[in-house]
């Protein structure tokens, strides 16, 4: 493997060199970052020692740019720096910010240099830099786009140049996602390319190259979505940092719409269970035979309403209902025409009360009515229409016959009653009605009153 030292400490690179070259390892040296950039040994490099002092660009710079906003390139690729002296907190410090694995003094020997080196060498030997990250550009001059490309390059970056009609073509079959525009001097076809671009998906990251425009047109070509500038004449510290934003930035968009992708994809199940969840309710809630509300939503509902009574005085009215000689309807007809009766009731209650109003069947043939914001007259009134209804609308069987039932009811409102009592005066209200010949209504006493009876 080799290891580019960026270092002016030439016996710190013979150290390197006796350390490493006689197991395989190749030391390559240069000055500076910058002539780095240059060294046909950068591509090969597995290692690098930098300076951390240095002009024009010393280690903590170069590191950062190396590394570059969005972390992606060369992650795995170990950086050491190198102090002329023994750093200071502050220095080591900024060398975690920099991203830097690990440092070195110029005067270290060999022990110390193994130590800390030998396995980053050792992991080191045979890695990758992986995929390099694809560019493309249009509109550029070759000087310059031999340049960029060179620089490109050498930080893992490949450079495709295509005319400015097939920019499009190269973004939408994502071979590129960062793309490279000359300025022309009008900017008429940039802002052309720059509103084409806008229509693709994902959606690419422009980054404008050319002398500054005036105020106008720079306004316009930001609302067309320019995302970056970089001002000739170029240098590559600019250019590598406005790359490594836009991976910053196409990363955060793909994570942003895996989130929303993701979120999308909860809302959906959590419609999905609120779907099911209400069907289990209704099965739950729901009595099968004849589609009412079954007793234990009627013992639910009946209690929300007396609370609604006790702490704000919402009227409300029970009304219990009891089919008369029902068992000689089964005993007679069978089983099969009791139910077809039970449905037929079950049909004439919901047709006969209000939305706001809920019917239920509460055993063998006992239904149950509530009727909200009513009066115990009001109820009185329901009671005695939907007992006539009943009384006057035979069932009529698949088989043409007919079967005249009859109902009983009894009417009873909260006034003076807690929740148990309420049922208790209701159903004694229903069995007055059965004592006194069925097919009738009668309304439980209120407590400290008389009681109050409609007769059928």
Same mark, same amino acid.
């Given at each position: ?27 390559? +040296? ?15 490099? +597995? ?6 002092? *240095?002009?024009? #660009? ?198 942003? +719409?895996?989130? +929303? ?59 219990? *209902? ?15 025409? *009791?139910? /077809? ?14 939305? &706001? ?49 009859? #109902?009983?009811? *009894?009417?009873?409102?909260? /006034?003076?009653?807690?929740?148990? &009592? ?30 109050? &009876?409609?007769?059928?």
């Amino acid at each position: 493997m080799n290891l580019l030292a960026i270092t002016r400490h030439a016996d710190l690179v013979e150290r390197l060199r006796t350390a490493f070259e006689g197991v395989g390892h190749r030391v390559l +040296q240069v000055s500076d970052p910058l002539e780095a950039l240059a060294a046909e040994a950068w591509d090969r490099a +597995q290692l690098i020692l930098v300076d951390s002092v *240095g002009d024009p #660009m010393d280690g903590f710079r170069f590191c950062n740019l190396l590394r570059g906003e969005s972390r992606a390139l060369f992650q795995g690729l170990p950086l050491v720096m190198v102090f002329p002296e023994v750093p200071a907190p502050e220095d080591l410090d900024r060398l975690a910010e920099a991203g830097a694995d690990g440092h070195l003094v110029a005067t270290d020997g060999l022990q110390r240099i193994l130590t800390l080196l030998g396995p980053m060498v050792e992991g080191a030997a045979g890695r990758s830099l992986g995929p390099r990250v694809p560019i493309v550009a249009t509109g550029l001059r070759a000087p310059l786009a031999s340049r960029i490309s060179s620089i490109l390059n050498h930080f893992g970056f490949t450079l495709e140049t295509v005319p400015p009609r097939e920019l499009r073509a190269a973004l939408g079959d994502h071979r590129a996602q960062i793309a490279l525009l000359g300025l022309d001097p009008a900017g008429t076809r940039t802002l052309e390319l720059l509103r084409d671009l806008q229509h693709l998906e994902p959606r690419p990251y422009p980054i404008l190259l050319g002398r500054l425009p005036g105020e106008a047109l720079q306004r316009r070509l930001l609302l067309s979505g320019a995302m970056d500038w970089l001002h000739l004449p170029l240098s590559a510290p600019r250019l590598l940092h406005a790359c490594n934003r836009g991976l910053a930035w196409l990363h955060a968009r793909r994570v942003q +719409q895996e989130f +929303q992708f993701q979120l999308n994809d909860l809302r959906e199940r959590r419609v999905l269970l609120e779907m099911e969840a209400a069907a289990l309710r209704n099965e739950v809630l729901t009595d099968p035979l004849t589609g009412l509300l079954n007793r234990r939503a009627f013992n639910q509902n009946l209690e929300n309403a007396f609370n609604q009574w006790s702490r704000h005085h919402r009227p409300f009215v029970l009304i219990l *209902g009891d089919l008369d000689y029902f068992k000689l309807i089964n005993d007679r007809f069978g089983h099969l025409v *009791g139910d /077809e009766v039970l449905k037929g009731v079950a049909q004439r209650i919901q047709n006969s009360v209000r939305r &706001s109003d809920l019917g239920f069947r509460i055993g063998g043939e006992e239904f149950a009515l509530l009727l909200n914001e009513a009066t115990l007259p009001a109820g009185l009134e329901v009671a005695e229409k939907l007992r006539h209804r009943i009384d006057a609308s035979p069932i009529v069987l698949a088989t043409g016959q007919q079967v005249f039932p009859t #109902m009983s009811f *009894g009417v009873a409102g909260p /006034e003076g009653h807690s929740l148990e &009592s309420l049922f208790a005066a209701a159903d004694q209200a229903l069995y007055v009605a059965k004592r006194k010949g069925r097919n009738r209504v009668e309304a439980a006493s209120v407590p400290g009153s008389g009681s109050v &009876s409609v007769a059928g």
